[in-house]
């Protein structure tokens, strides 16, 4: 199931909604009193989701141009979670633009990107030339949980999955690297356009081998799967959790392949007018420009 937040024209409420065949079913309109995205998550029971997912939407469906989609969790209730250089040849890439990345990472690199709010499909990523002229996309795949996860069991992380989502992890490069910590240039506001929807845990194969793909104005730029993750998304879970509460409705971005702009021989970095589409097999595609 797909679930996804949108709104339509001339209303400004953010409504949850089910993808359909050739539309939305409204989860209000269909019974379901949800705040938003995050009450869901923390709130629907397993009877609810598989009423969810049985409805057809007869009447109540939203044809398709009528609606825009937001970010499926508009106000994240936490920072996101990050796993830097999670897989070998973007590690390597990395350390070819600046020595200060590591190329060989036997544990896990954790940081978080603090996420006031994050845009949806279509709505611009800010430029920020004031304060940077390297802006750099990263598609990752974005892991929600569906319920608290604290001292995780191996071979037990699935359970707490919810769903998957886009992230695109955008990056100031020489913020990132002149602070010699990622924070301040994985979190200037617009940096973490998510979307177009969640898909249900239930409906990906676990652990999700799902193709990955970006392209800049049409140009395809990164293609992968997620298969090649170093660390894997079992062993984040199980290693966070073991020190640490992961609360209900967390979202992990799992790091993303080569393919980047800072990898690149002579580097272009983003500018206003581009169009970075990101892409992951099984969830759709996140398009956003740079505005």
């Not at 080569?258 to 992951?280: A, E, N, R, T």
Request: aromatic share 8%; proline share 6%.
């Amino acid at each position: 199931m797909k679930l996804v937040t949108f709104k339509t024209e001339g209303d400004c409420r953010e409504r949850l909604g089910a993808l359909r065949s050739g539309g939305v079913l409204p989860l209000d309109d269909a019974g379901f009193s949800f705040r938003d995205m995050n009450d869901l998550i923390l709130n629907a029971s397993p009877q609810d989701l598989s009423a969810i997912a049985g409805m057809r939407g007869d009447g109540l469906l939203i044809p398709e141009g009528s609606f825009e989609l937001l970010s499926p969790i508009p106000r994240p209730l936490q920072d996101i979670l990050c796993l830097g250089l999670n897989y070998t040849e973007h590690a390597e890439e990395a350390f070819g633009y600046d020595k200060g990345f590591t190329a060989n990472a036997d544990l896990p690199i954790f940081f978080s990107k603090r996420t006031s709010y994050s845009q949806g499909p279509g709505a611009p990523i800010p430029a920020h030339e004031d304060i940077t002229s390297k802006l750099d996309y990263e598609n990752e795949l974005g892991v929600v949980l569906g319920r608290d996860a604290y001292r995780v069991e191996k071979g037990r992380a699935s359970e707490y999955i919810f769903g998957y989502t886009i992230v695109n992890d955008v990056s100031a490069r020489e913020l990132q690297t002149s602070h010699k910590q990622w924070y301040f240039g994985k979190s200037l506001d617009g940096f973490s356009p998510m979307g177009p929807c969640i898909v249900t845990a239930d409906e990906i194969a676990y652990p999700p081998q799902l193709d990955v793909k970006t392209c800049v104005n049409g140009e395809l730029r990164q293609n992968s799967n997620t298969r090649m993750l170093i660390h894997s998304i079992e062993e984040i879970i199980c290693t966070l959790s073991q020190g640490m509460t992961l609360k209900a409705g967390t979202i992990i971005a799992t790091g993303t392949p080569k393919g980047v702009i800072m990898g690149m021989k002579d580097p272009v970095f983003l500018k206003k007018g581009d169009v970075v589409s990101c892409y992951i097999e099984g969830i759709g595609e996140l398009s956003n420009p740079i505005g």
